[in-house]
């Protein structure tokens, strides 16, 4: 009877073993998650139109001045926009209202230092200001536009002016970082 007993226990042993490598097994198999979630960032923001509105002290606004734009879209984040006018009377002001577009999906920001505007020639009688920008904080949403100004004025001087002081550009530059 001893050896039925052990044989019987050998037997059980031998089930409850067959059963643990049956669960270990089944438990061991790897477990593969997948995600068919893809982040796409597209960064693209750039002037996209620029357009200029001219007041002449004169009442022919073809006498006051030359007025020439350059788009450049090949900077990366940084975008040029370029203008040249020439004015011919004190007092005469072009003011040039300018697009920025946001072609991309991510919402951008001006950064802290992301205005830059550099005159051709720092002595010209003819001088640039901006508005509608501020630096550090304008942001332009995914796709959406944002539009300021730009003020050409031919100050007012007394005496004769040099011709070398009324030729004046401005190259402009606008820095975006991610808002």
Partial sequence: MENRHKNILIG?????VFIMAVGFAGFSQRLTITDGTQITNEWNVGF???EANITCSGDDTTKCGEVKTTIDS???TTKALTLNTKLFSPSDVVTYTITVKNFGNVAAK????GIQMTPTNAD????YSQSGLTAGSTTVAAGGTVEFTVTVTFNNVAGTIDNSKLNNGLTMYIDWEQA
């Fill in 48 to 50: 996209s139109a620029a």
């Fill in 12 to 16: 059980g042993l031998l089930v409850v």
């Fill in 124 to 127: 010209s009688v003819i001088s």
């Fill in 74 to 76: 090949a900077n990366g």
């Fill in 110 to 113: 001006i950064a802290a230092d």
